[in-house]
């Protein structure tokens, strides 16, 4: 899809108050919709994480050099997780009750990080193909905090190339043969 038509989309979905991904939530779900920016330049690089009074309070994401807005309620306890270059985060486990109260988050360089506590309903949630990492996060916060969340899954960009590009020449035949 072009840009201009993404857009669109993206601007559609938003007026009407859902999600501009349209995946799975874990989490009894319920108040604000919120989602992190959708970034076809930029990578996941790190993570913040807020937890207080026993629960996720907000997440924030880190696209390339620049914090993205921080989603969910105010408060809590910040924990920051940078990622090392060519690193992804492949896997997430969640835990609810009412509320998100922790998460676990597994990156593609067997590092794993710890936020909030893991008691209540436990999800897992993680890729449909092979090779896709965390691109995005959405969900529902209310005024404690996160209500129900989701993760957008995609291949990681493509690293620019540093080898020149393979060229022939074409010589014509003497004449004569």
């Known amino acids: ?5 993404a857009m669109l989309l993206l601007l559609t979905l938003a007026l009407l108050g859902g999600p501009t991904w349209a995946g799975k939530m874990y989490g ?6 919120f989602t992190t920016t959708e970034d076809y330049d930029h990578e996941i690089t790190a993570l913040r994480v807020s937890v207080g009074l026993l ?11 620049t914090w ?7 408060g809590g306890n910040t924990q920051e997780v940078t990622l090392q270059p060519g690193e992804y985060i492949t896997k997430i486990f969640v ?3 009412a509320f998100l109260r922790g998460m676990v988050v597994y990156t593609s360089k067997d590092r794993t990080f710890y936020f909030g506590k893991l008691d209540g309903q436990i999800f897992s949630a993680y890729p449909s193909q092979e090779g ?6 959405y969900g529902q916060y209310g ?7 989701g993760f957008e899954w995609n ?10 590009p393979v060229s022939f020449t074409y010589s014509k035949a003497p004449s004569g043969l």
């Open 132 to 137: 896709q990492v965390l691109v995005g996060i």
């Open 68 to 74: 993205d807005v921080k989603q969910g309620a105010s």
């Open 1 to 5: 899809m072009c840009r201009p038509q």
């Open 155 to 164: 291949y990681p960009l493509e690293e620019p190339t540093t080898e020149p």
């Open 28 to 33: 009894p779900g319920g108040g604000k919709y």
């Open 143 to 149: 005024l404690l905090g996160i209500k129900s969340i």
């Open 95 to 97: 835990a609810f009750q």
């Open 55 to 65: 629960l996720v309070k907000s997440v924030q994401v880190k696209l390339g050099d």
